[in-house]
């Protein structure tokens, strides 16, 4: 069964505003380490389940590999990341957390946990729940979605807005992912 058109832009709509504060707050939030950025954070809790070589981490942290490089080079620098040679090709390096690495995910996750905690103060446990297992269950299906360019309709159902005469996508024109779509 398909989602109306009115709850999938409702959801679009309100998902890009939640992008856009987190966005925003980012940019003002405290330094939990010094020297370390944010961005590197996905990093780190990426390797929590063990060493990988940059190139993977880059695409389970869906970032090319020249900034993974720069992010992972900056975090071995601070000691939160070790670098060693990979067992399987001599040639190559893996990177994993040091000790002080594990400690400040460690750290990081409980901070996160207490914002969100003070964010959803006012929800009932069980809307959190449900809530924690629907975002789960979206990111799976955006994360599927990836692998299955989408096609930008040529024109909307009756009684929604369409493209300006002459606008409309043409047949074959190309297909954009579903990490292109945004508002």
Known sequence: M??????????NIELVRVMKLFASMRQHAPRVHPGVEPASYPILFNLIAGSQRVSLLAEHVYSDVSTVSRQVTTLVSHGLLEKVTDPHD???CMVSLSTE???LVERLKAIRGQWFRHLLQD???VDAEAFG????RFATSVEASKATPYEVPASLPEGHANPPEGHANPSGAPAISSAQVSA
């Open 123 to 125: 929800w009932e446990p």
């Open 2 to 11: 398909t989602i109306s058109l009115e709850s999938a832009t409702r959801l």
């Open 90 to 92: 001599g040639r190559a």
């Open 101 to 103: 690495g594990r400690a």
């Open 133 to 136: 297992e629907y975002l789960e």
